[in-house]
């Protein structure tokens, strides 16, 4: 999120405007977060019609940076996603009926149906899919590569292998009132930049850099409100290979092949279900049982989902060994559950041919839903209390699970943000990137024409995502985005990207 949002601000801000991108590892293709690997589910199928709305315009995006990059992105297109339920479940009615407002092209299969269009998969009598048009998939390591190249192309400043480990905010001062303190992690060397407005896209390290802000306000620190907890869960994910006794009527897994696919049921571990995709780079299906691995801290991974030994070479006990030999024993349970699933639906596959065991860092609000927004301080010492907004400070995250396909969209927003803050227009070649309107609605182009009249929009509501939501004392009051009194322009950083305008 950390450079879709940096790329939205460049292509969006005035270009005497500066802005960073710092990301504190080396390369913007790594295996420490939530947004590498080889596929990542693109769909419109929701049943809140806010997140499908959301989709169609970052669909838009994904396609113009394709353009821009003259990289392939999305694949599978010709074959959609299936979401599959018993067939009484109400959510796949609930999905039927957002995609049919969004006159997108939806089959219900029952059964043995599924098999004739799709032979890949078998139902059962008693279970159903909803096969979806406009699903596909996206190359996640490929989409992050064109991201940053874009950005870097277009005038951001880039800065890998620095993390930020504190923020200090001025709430008195009028312009550059936010600066942020990162280690350069290869020359050990602690160096700082000022800026008008920072947006916090840390992923899994969003909890830390929130514990690391430091608000003054010439009278003494005040607290920043009352956030969720976003723990960072080690997710486990499956590439799955085919029976050797198959025969030659196996029918192609591969991507353009097999649709995507969720499952919406229980799966022994958590009531989140199932999601996979087909073949791509690995030579299997991938499949993973949701937001059902072990709690970890994402700077302590390396012990965890690789069955490791918990004695160290000499003998002695790891420290947290038992914790350690728990992870690991909840990542062998995610893995028993996929093949549960795949010795269940799909035929061709064996659960003992695991051609890759792979792990992504999620973190994720407790609705699921994402934080997007300024942040507030809190009313005195009750963080429970919502104050008023910390100027030029916003945070975009709890994305996990299911936020990558928006990507583009969350840019876009993000830079709306930041230009309503710092009172800047979007650029007259970027009026297709969307703007904020009145009652944190944020309108989006879902098809851009140079002919304004032909230009195709969707209106997003904001609120929900809204970062005060989880405060117990919260109670809607107007909101202000503080947009007088700021500098000139914005930044964006990553932990994994934190996006900053300098």
């Not at 690997?37 to 940076?65: E, H, M, Q």
């Not at 923020?167 to 942020?180: C, H, L, P, Q």
């Not at 002695?316 to 093949?339: H, W």
Request: contains cysteine.
């Amino acid at each position: 999120m950390g450079a879709a949002t940096a790329y939205a601000l460049r292509q969006t801000l005035p270009k005497s405007k500066v802005v960073m991108l710092v990301e504190q590892f080396d390369d913007p293709v790594h295996g420490q977060g939530s947004s590498h690997g080889d596929g990542r589910a693109f769909r419109f199928a929701y049943g809140d019609l806010n997140y499908a709305k959301l989709a169609k315009v970052a669909l838009r995006g994904w396609k113009d940076i394709e353009k821009r990059s003259a990289e392939k992105l999305l694949y599978g297109e010709d074959k959609g996603g299936v979401d599959i339920a018993d067939a009484a479940h109400p959510h796949l009615r609930d999905l039927e009926s957002v995609l049919s407002k969004l006159n997108s092209k939806t089959k219900l299969y029952v059964g043995e149906e599924l098999s004739k269009d799709f032979p890949q998969i078998r139902l059962s009598e008693s279970e159903a899919g909803l096969h979806s048009k406009d699903s596909c998939v996206i190359h996640a390591d490929k989409a992050l590569q064109c991201l940053h190249k874009l950005s870097i192309d277009n005038g951001v400043f880039v800065e890998y292998g620095k993390r930020c480990n504190e923020i200090k905010v001025d709430m008195s001062a009028s312009r550059r009132n936010i600066e942020a303190f990162f280690l350069d992690k290869r020359h050990k060397r602690r160096r700082s930049v000022q800026t008008d407005s920072l947006i916090l896209c840390g992923g899994p390290w969003t909890e830390k850099l929130v514990r690391g802000l430091t608000i003054g306000n010439g009278y003494g620190a005040q607290r920043v409100m009352q956030l969720p907890e976003m723990k960072a869960s080690l997710e486990t994910i499956v590439y799955y290979g085919f029976k050797n006794d198959a025969g030659e009527g196996v029918p192609d897994h591969g991507v353009g092949h097999l649709p995507m696919f969720m499952v919406h049921e229980d799966n022994g571990i958590g009531p989140h279900g199932y999601y996979g995709l087909p073949v791509m780079n690995i030579p299997g299906v991938k499949v993973s049982a949701h937001y059902c691995g072990p709690i970890i801290d994402p700077d302590e991974r390396e012990h965890i989902g690789y069955n490791v030994n918990t004695d160290d070479e000499g003998g002695k006990k790891l420290k947290n060994s038992e914790l350690i030999a728990a992870q690991n024993a909840r990542v062998q349970a995610v893995i028993d559950s996929c093949d549960r699933l795949v010795e269940r639906l799909f035929p061709f596959l064996d659960v003992n041919k695991k051609m890759a065991v792979k792990h992504c860092v999620y973190t994720a609000t407790p609705d699921h839903d994402f934080l997007l927004g300024p942040l507030r301080v809190a009313k005195s010492e009750d963080i429970s209390a919502v104050g008023h907004t910390i100027p030029g400070l916003f945070i975009a995250g709890g994305f996990s699970g299911h936020g990558f396909k928006f990507a583009p969209a969350i840019g876009e927003i993000m830079a709306a943000y930041v230009r309503n803050y710092l009172q800047e227009a979007a650029t007259r070649d970027s009026a297709a990137m969307g703007h904020l309107g009145i009652g944190m609605r944020f309108k989006g182009c879902t098809q851009f024409s140079d002919e304004p009249e032909n230009a195709e929009w969707e209106t997003i509501d904001l609120v929900p995502f809204l970062p005060e939501r989880f405060a117990q004392k919260y109670m809607s009051p107007k909101v202000s985005l503080d947009g007088a009194s700021a500098g000139l322009d914005g930044t964006v950083f990553g932990a994994q990207g934190i996006p900053a305008t300098k």
